[in-house]
């Protein structure tokens, strides 16, 4: 079982503690859903996981850190690792119009930025979060395969099943922010932060929008409770996850016009309105629901055998 020691509540606390930190000394212009809504997302997708789905996965430590991962990879994107934050910034958005402006998307990450580099243009430019999101999904699949076979081995080696436990539960957290991103309209378009080209409808073209939406209304007036009123059925994804995910954004992507339009009726403004208020937790429940299917998707997956050269014998 996952650890519940005094010494593991102690680097529990100590995480925290860091977490808080790093926020407090970043700009708000790093987050995506604040703070507190990668931190629900997280929660509720954690705290919802079907019954089959190992007991260490739902544990009340495990959702605690899962919760607290939420945020993590902002929390990479502070100026003093400019490195780190040149290389995974793109990985939390993708425009949708440009990428498919090249046409199908293909499910390896270099396959898409050959023909970006191919068609004269950037990847940067253009995000890269549904490749980061699936190897994520990947690396926890194989880390759920691995736990399976260290706790069917005989003797079961205890040291090793709890390191494997950790490192599941690094990667749900990590899972969560990118999924998390992916439910946020303004993280799928071209449209991220006010409007750009023709403008009929008179939407704002200030570069507010996009952390007004997704920070401080979110924090002041989105509850947990409201959230998981929104959330789905917990489900096993099937066909390929790549194909899936993508669909899952480009559902994303269909509601960015009405984000714009609760704006200009002041709806994130102080309290907004009961119509922002519901949009919003739809779209945080929305990620959630989509997070817990994804890590019950590759449970399941976990068991399916494996021809792999590299695994221990």
């Not at 954690?46 to 939420?70: K, M, N």
């Not at 969560?176 to 991220?192: A, I, K, R």
Request: hydrophobic content about 40%; proline content about 7%.
């Amino acid at each position: 079982m996952f650890s519940t020691s005094a010494s593991y509540r102690v680097f529990l606390s100590a995480l925290a503690l860091a977490g808080l930190v790093c926020v407090l000394a970043m700009p708000p212009t790093a987050h995506a859903w604040g703070n507190g809504g990668h931190r629900m997302i997280n929660k509720l997708a954690a705290s919802s996981l079907p019954a089959d789905v190992p007991a260490f996965l739902r544990s009340p430590e495990a959702i605690a850190e899962i919760e607290y991962l939420g945020p993590e990879p902002d929390r990479w994107r502070s100026p003093a690792e400019p490195e780190l934050v040149a290389a995974q910034a793109p990985e939390h958005f993708i425009d949708m119009e440009l990428a498919d402006a090249l046409g199908p998307l293909p499910h390896r990450r270099f396959d898409f930025e050959a023909k970006v580099f191919a068609a004269g243009q950037r990847p940067e430019k253009i995000g890269l979060q549904p490749w980061e999101t699936d190897e994520v999904w990947e690396r926890l699949k194989s880390g759920l395969r691995e736990y399976r076979r260290l706790t069917a081995a005989k003797p079961a080696a205890d040291l090793d099943i709890r390191a494997v436990e950790h490192v599941i539960i690094f990667y749900a957290g990590w899972l969560g922010h990118y999924v998390g991103d992916g439910s946020q309209p303004l993280h799928t378009t071209v449209q991220y932060n006010g409007w750009t080209g023709p403008n009929p409808n008179g939407y704002t073209t200030e570069h507010k929008i996009h952390w007004q939406f997704e920070g401080p209304f979110v924090e002041a007036n989105i509850h947990e409770a409201d959230v998981r009123a929104t959330m789905t059925p917990a489900k096993a994804i099937d066909g390929d996850l790549f194909d899936a995910y993508v669909a899952y954004l480009r559902n994303t992507k269909s509601y960015t016009e009405k984000v714009y339009q609760l704006e200009k009726a002041g709806g994130f403004v102080g309290a907004g309105t009961a119509e922002s208020r519901e949009y919003t937790a739809e779209r945080l429940g929305a990620g959630a629901s989509m997070l817990r299917d994804m890590i019950y998707t590759a449970w399941l997956e976990s068991a399916k055998p494996v021809n792999d050269p590299y695994a221990p014998k």
